[in-house]
């Protein structure tokens, strides 16, 4: 169900960047090429028909983003991803020396501080 809904919400985007080219803008738009071939619905009512189907594609692009929240999959590890790169980074935080790479830092002399 949640990939139907990432499925849906990609393609209402591409839907909506269609329908906000083709509204009219300050220049004219595509929207200016629909009024000299149809008579019937006229300049108006073809921007009223535009900015709703924006509208909409609007809506249903939140709707489906709402409910995917509730239809994401469960983890199903015992500890999530942030909790195993810590784990890993402090184990080997020990061994890392400034200027001695990760595996030389192993077979590196200790030095003592001089007094």
């Known amino acids: ?15 909506m960047c ?3 080219l083709i509204q009219e803008s300050k220049g004219g738009g595509l929207a200016s090429g629909f009024a000299s071939g149809n008579q019937v619905m006229g300049v108006r009512k073809t921007t009223d028909v535009i900015e709703k189907l924006t ?13 995917s929240v509730y239809f994401i999959p469960a983890a199903t590890g015992e500890a999530s991803v942030m909790e195993q790169i810590a784990t ?9 020396l400034p200027g ?16």
Do not use: K
């Not at 509208?55 to 409910?67: E, K, N, T």
């Not at 830092?105 to 007094?115: D, F």
């Open 55 to 67: 509208w909409g594609l609007a809506a249903v692009m939140v709707v489906c983003s709402v409910l």
């Open 100 to 115: 001695i790479p990760a595996a030389d830092a192993a077979e590196a002399p200790a030095e003592t501080p001089a007094n």
């Open 88 to 96: 890993e980074q402090s184990s080997t935080a020990s061994t890392n």
């Open 18 to 20: 269609l329908v906000v």
């Open 1 to 15: 169900m949640y990939t139907l809904l990432v499925i849906l919400v990609v393609i209402a985007s591409i839907f």
